[in-house]
């Protein structure tokens, strides 16, 4: 038997290790970087994760066609589910003529919302050398880095991903139809549907079956479009201190034509428009008396990399808050704004 100190140390030593080795992010993680002049370039990254050790490479890009592909190392800080990476050298390069090369240090959180994984956070950029010391490219400054795991490369996978191919993406595959529920399996499936007695006549009981299917009707007349058959998941609650709110809405990875409806409170607010670099731009004005409102984003179609995702930036005064959305054909995704003085 060891000694009780001994047997602490062990144990100590043990959620250390599992506090640092912890979150899984070998894998493919594709998105695009922001620079402080708001030039966007794509990005990918194929890691493998070892312990708290990453290692892989980095594509930087504009096309497959021009391309710089760097060796990369790195971090993982499971306490605060930071990955600190950084390039170490070109190792391939396909330039067009107004293209420039950098070697780039990333600091990327980890985030999850639903079963999509994001890494997502900044970067800086500093000149590489040859071997005799002489500059190969240029200073690239620095901006923002938008990352989420996806399942295929733009370009061709390591060879230490092919070989830990197991774990699958779900939720980058286009999520299976579902058949809109009849009026009676709506009926069946009301949780509020009145139980009846053993006594009741059968007089009562053609009453009662009559004024069932006239509140239903009658509620159905009432449901907004909004609630199209799709499961309305509340991804967040926001408390808000100023009245006025800005709402920007971008497209979270990759532009691939996702397109959005918004409806504010159950209204039309925005229609069929589709998510870019470019945010679309929505006004809550609240008080007293419209403290509490909502909005909900509609998927119209999944893009070419499903589901559909949005990039959600609110800000009220001196608050900013930032929101990650994801609908689908299954489900709508809704932000609450609750005001308070």
Do not use: H
Request: hydrophobic share 35%; with cysteine.
């Amino acid at each position: 038997m060891l000694p009780k100190n001994t047997t602490n140390l062990i144990l100590v030593a043990f959620l250390l290790s599992r506090a640092v080795a912890g979150q899984d992010l070998t894998g493919i993680w594709k998105g695009y970087f922001v620079t402080k002049d708001f030039s966007q370039y794509k990005v990918e990254f194929q890691i493998k994760k070892v312990g708290a050790s990453v290692t892989g490479f980095s594509y930087s890009y504009q096309s497959t066609v021009f391309y710089a592909k760097s060796s990369m190392n790195g971090r993982w800080n499971n306490f605060n589910k930071l990955l600190l990476i950084q390039e170490l050298k070109t190792v391939e390069i396909k330039n067009a003529e107004e293209s420039v090369t950098c070697l780039m240090n990333y600091n990327l959180e980890y985030s999850k919302s639903g079963r999509e994984e994001y890494l997502e956070g900044s970067f800086t950029s500093k000149y590489e050398f040859n071997s005799e010391g002489i500059k190969k490219g240029t200073d690239c400054g620095g901006g923002k880095v938008y990352l989420r795991r996806v399942n295929s490369s733009d370009f061709y996978s390591e060879p230490f991903l092919q070989k830990t191919t197991a774990k699958k993406v779900i939720i980058n595959e286009a999520p299976v139809s579902r058949k809109p529920a009849t009026a009676d399996q709506s009926s069946n499936e009301n949780p509020n549907k009145a139980l009846l007695s053993p006594n009741t006549t059968q007089k009562n009981d053609s009453t009662t079956q009559e004024q069932q299917k006239s509140s239903l009707v009658e509620k159905k007349a009432f449901i907004p479009s909004v609630n199209n058959n799709r499961f309305n998941d509340l991804i967040q609650v926001i408390t808000v201190k100023n009245p006025q709110v800005q709402v920007y809405l971008f497209d979270n990875g990759e532009i691939d034509g996702d397109t959005i409806t918004v409806y504010l409170n159950n209204k039309l607010a925005l229609s069929k428009r589709r998510l870019s670099t470019t945010p679309l731009t929505l006004t809550l004005e609240m008080d007293n008396q419209n403290d509490i409102q909502e909005l909900t984003m509609v998927a119209e179609n999944l893009g070419k990399i499903p589901p559909n995702t949005a990039l959600m930036i609110v800000e009220a005064g001196n608050q900013r808050f930032r929101v990650q959305l994801t609908s689908t054909e299954q489900k709508n995704a809704v932000v609450r704004f609750r005001y308070e003085k």
